[in-house]
């Protein structure tokens, strides 16, 4: 029995963004009559997992925080504004 009571609440779940792939034997075997001509022909070894690279950062799942040039205009004109409003106080309380 456990109390949750965050302030920000319960985070969501990540979701596994799985597509499965099945093995069609007629394209497999107009690939490989069709591949030499334009140049779609792959030899390439399986690989366990290739195909799954990158499926975790679906949607607004980012490696890395990236901030738009919006807010960062918007985070420096709040920081002068921020100042502005300190020095005004300063300024009112040397009166007193």
């Known amino acids: 029995m456990g109390f949750n009571f965050g302030f920000f609440g319960n985070q969501e779940h990540r979701v596994f963004n799985y597509k499965p792939r099945y093995y069609d034997p007629e394209k497999e075997a ?47 004109v709040g920081l002068v504004m921020f100042f502005v409003v300190l020095i005004y106080i300063v300024k009112f309380y040397q009166l007193l």
């Open 30 to 76: 107009l690939k490989e009559k069709f591949g030499h001509v334009d140049g779609r022909n792959e030899k390439e070894p399986y690989s366990p997992g290739s195909y799954l690279q990158g499926s975790f950062r679906g949607g607004n799942y980012q490696k890395t925080r990236k901030t738009s040039k919006a807010q960062s205009i918007i985070g420096a």
